[in-house]
């Protein structure tokens, strides 16, 4: 008898962890959602779908760390597989192309514009370290260099001893793939 006391008072425990949980998170993760899905309706199915992941997982013998963190990386893989189904939209330009300069400041949220624009930051850049890693090794280069480092292609041609051309073409497929790779991420936190 006091095997099945103690049980039940463990599963209310866990119950009122989990509502509480879910009772200071949900605004905040609500807000986050509904900022990437208009539909307020599939939004509020994609955060019903995240607190019913979190009941299960809870539940599972591994503890979540970081509760808070687990939730909004859920939200995010949710929405991602929203916007998957959907029509692909173009990252946008910036202004005077791609010979131009440094443009993936302007593309990032701001690292001081709070600590979902440093979420979104670190997904994003954590899907550009990856996405580079697939390009072939002149491709990377060139871009890390122009992109990253801020250096001219006058600079990198004199250095290499490649044309400015060659620079430029490997540069452009270096971003033409890395459009392609990290468009659906890019729509999910509609910068």
């Known amino acids: 008898m006091d095997t099945t006391i103690t049980a039940n008072a463990l599963m209310a425990d866990e119950d009122k962890r989990i509502t509480d ?32 992941e979190y009941v299960e997982a809870y539940r599972l013998p591994a503890p979540i760390e970081q509760v808070g963190a687990w939730l909004f990386r859920v939200a995010r893989n949710r929405i991602i597989d929203r916007f998957r189904k959907k029509r692909e939209v173009q990252l946008p330009q910036v ?3 791609e010979d131009e300069g440094p443009w993936l400041d302007e593309v990032l949220p701001s690292p001081d514009g709070g600590p979902e624009a440093a979420y ?5 850049l954590e899907e550009l370290l990856a996405a580079l890693g697939e390009l072939p090794k002149e491709q990377r280069e060139v871009f890390i260099a122009h992109e990253l480092e801020g250096r001219s292609f006058k600079e990198l041609a004199a250095e290499s001893g490649e044309s400015m051309n060659t620079l430029l073409a490997r540069k452009r497929y270096a971003v033409l793939h890395l459009r392609k790779r990290l468009q659906t991420i890019y729509e999910e936190f509609e910068i």
Not at 23 to 49: C, Y
Not at 120 to 124: D, G, I, K, Q
Request: proline residues 2%; without cysteine; hydrophobic residues 40%.
């Open 21 to 52: 949980t879910i009772s200071q998170e949900r605004g905040r993760l609500r807000n986050f959602i509904r900022r990437r899905v208009p539909d307020a309706s599939e939004a509020e199915d994609i955060l019903q779908d995240v607190f019913f």
């Open 95 to 97: 202004a005077g192309g």
């Open 120 to 124: 979104a930051r670190s997904v994003l």
